[in-house]
């Protein structure tokens, strides 16, 4: 017995359009024409492909222009303005906020995100637990990874080692660092790596977050990656620093990361709105050319960061949207360009993240329609996912516009 039928799909690679039959949460026929009256949704030729991923968000600081103003527009400008506002955070409050985020998404075509939650004595594990909450919450449409760390530091706020600790024994999935707020940068490094071999789990950093290339924490990271036997399980986001680096510093950066098996996560938005505050004309852009280091093997991933807040004051959720935005500040305009932009946000984030972004028979059916006939014609003009499933329930649809022409 099939539960649901999709119609006349267009699936990545192949020529024909297909019908996906879909039983107990899995795809278990992909044929041209099958026959059944299960409910049906008709594709129209439209692209199917695997959710969204939404590899680094902060959905507990999300959607909180109403209390915290950026008044200078940089990264510190930022960050005080959150840990302003941070003290009158409470665990519904979070969670309300979250809410507004995670139903964005999903109708946005998103089903799975690495959230960064952050943990200190000020805020303790309200964070923590709300985004708990939600992950339970919305299963049904949206997996959710919670990544804890100290967002204001380390060896600097005592008390906060131990309310990491707190959290991974109450089910948080990995551990993040932020060390260029810590007094003790290495130190960070080094305790983080150490930690995360006490609970086996991955680390996500918050890294190299300017434009000075005379010195970095990169190297750090890479160095404790190959000690620690952690390749493969480490990515560092922001590192704007990539971007004013000369190709050879680059190429030897890129080598770096390879050897020690670190990904990277770019952040447009975010990078874009807060980099280059101190130059009055030649503006830098600060994104990191991830194009350039998946080229090489890297895992790069392109993502949200914030929504509505002092780091990001827009927002609307939309990958296809922020893989644009990549696609336009980095110059890319072939078919092959615009496809591994498409890649780095649904086929890496979700290799990261342990899912699988397959249209298989076999496979979960966990899957998005996109009024496109290829993923480059998605980034190129920021599709809107019209119908989604995960695990064969449906969760989301957008009715067509329709237009009202004169008689």
């Not at 527009?73 to 506002?85: C, D, K």
Request: contains cysteine; proline residues 4%; hydrophobic residues 45%.
């Amino acid at each position: 017995m099939l539960d649901y039928l999709v119609r006349n799909a267009c699936l990545n690679g192949e020529n024909a359009l297909v019908d996906l039959a879909v039983a107990d949460g899995k795809i278990v026929q992909i044929a041209q024409s099958i026959t059944g009256d299960a409910p049906s949704f008709d594709a129209a030729g439209q692209l199917i492909s695997c959710g969204f991923v939404e590899s680094h968000i902060h959905l507990d600081k999300a959607c909180i222009l109403d209390r915290a103003k950026n008044e200078t527009g940089t990264l510190q400008g930022a960050i005080s303005a959150v840990a302003n506002a941070k003290s009158g955070f409470t665990e519904d409050d979070i969670y309300a906020r979250g809410v507004r985020v995670i139903e964005k998404a999903i109708t946005e075509g998103t089903n799975a995100v690495r959230t960064h939650v952050e943990i200190d004595p000020g805020i303790g594990l309200a964070g923590f637990n709300a985004i708990k909450r939600l992950k339970a919450d919305y299963a049904w449409a949206m997996d959710i990874e919670i990544c804890v760390f100290p967002q204001e530091g380390l060896f600097n706020y005592p008390g906060t080692e131990e309310l990491l600790r707190q959290a991974l024994d109450n089910g948080a999935d990995l551990l993040g660092g932020c060390p260029y707020m810590d007094t003790d940068p290495h130190g960070q490094i080094l305790r983080l790596f150490e930690m995360a071999r006490d609970y086996d789990v991955d680390l996500d950093f918050h890294l190299d977050f300017d434009l000075d290339a005379s010195w970095r924490h990169l190297d750090e990271v890479a160095k404790q990656s190959i000690a620690f036997g952690w390749q493969g399980r480490v990515m560092i986001g922001h590192v704007t620093k990539l971007s004013v680096l000369p190709k050879p510093e680059l190429d030897d950066t890129i080598a770096i990361m390879r050897d020690a098996g670190i990904g990277l996560t770019v952040l447009p938005a975010t990078d874009l709105f807060l980099t280059g505050r101190d130059h009055d004309h030649s503006v830098p852009c600060g994104v990191a050319p991830a194009h350039k280091l998946a080229a090489h093997g890297v895992c790069c991933t392109i993502a949200t960061n914030n929504v509505l807040n002092p780091f990001t004051p827009y927002g609307d959720c939309s990958l296809s949207r922020m893989a644009n935005l990549y696609a336009n500040v980095s110059q890319l305009a072939t078919e092959a360009e615009l496809e591994n932009c498409f890649a780095m946000v649904s086929d890496a984030p979700a290799k990261l993240l342990g899912r699988s972004s397959k249209i298989a028979v076999g496979e979960a059916a966990s899957f998005i329609v996109l009024p496109a006939q290829s993923r480059a014609q998605v980034v190129s003009e920021i599709s809107r996912p019209i119908w989604g499933m995960k695990e064969g329930r449906v969760t989301f649809e957008h009715p067509a516009a329709r237009l009202f022409k004169p008689a």
